[in-house]
Nanobody
Framework: QVQLKESGGGLVQAGGSLRLSCAASGRTFSNYAMGWFRQTPAKAREFVGAISYSGHSTYYTDSVKGRFTISRDNAKNTVYLQMNSLKPEDSAVYYC????????????????????WGQGTQVTVSS
């Protein structure tokens, strides 16, 4: 089973940028499709974006398209979430998640698609 640990969260002003990292350990990272989700106290956890195991395919929820970018470095066992033009409504705890891929270079958008989760990192965007 892969272990995941997020980092890079913090406090930023609206319009600013942050890059979150998710470091994986325990299994062959390139066998995993990865996703980012976020959650606030008032909302259920929601999908942010996903990347296939090769990194060739990505997908984003509409509210972050054009502002957020997911990438991965399989040699470093790390997936990244570059967040630009941040808005106060982006404030949340951000989680990375992993899913074993047995065939096909797909991304996955559902919370139930993922088995392994990190503990989350807080992002706060001030207005």
């Amino acid at each position: 089973q892969v272990q995941l640990k997020e980092s890079g969260g913090g406090l930023v002003q609206a319009g600013g940028s942050l890059r979150l990292s998710c470091a994986a350990s325990g299994r062959t990272f390139s066998n995993y499709a990865m996703g980012w989700f976020r959650q606030t106290p008032a909302k259920a956890r929601e999908f942010v974006g996903a990347i296939s195991y090769s990194g060739h395919s990505t997908y984003y929820t509409d509210s972050v398209k054009g502002r957020f970018t997911i990438s991965r470095d399989n040699a470093k066992n790390t997936v990244y979430l570059q967040m630009n033009s941040l808005k106060p409504e982006d404030s949340a705890v951000y989680y990375c998640a992993a899913r074993t891929v047995y065939s096909g270079d797909y991304y996955y958008t559902g919370e139930s698609d993922y088995v392994n989760w990190g503990q989350g990192t807080q992002v706060t965007v001030s207005s």
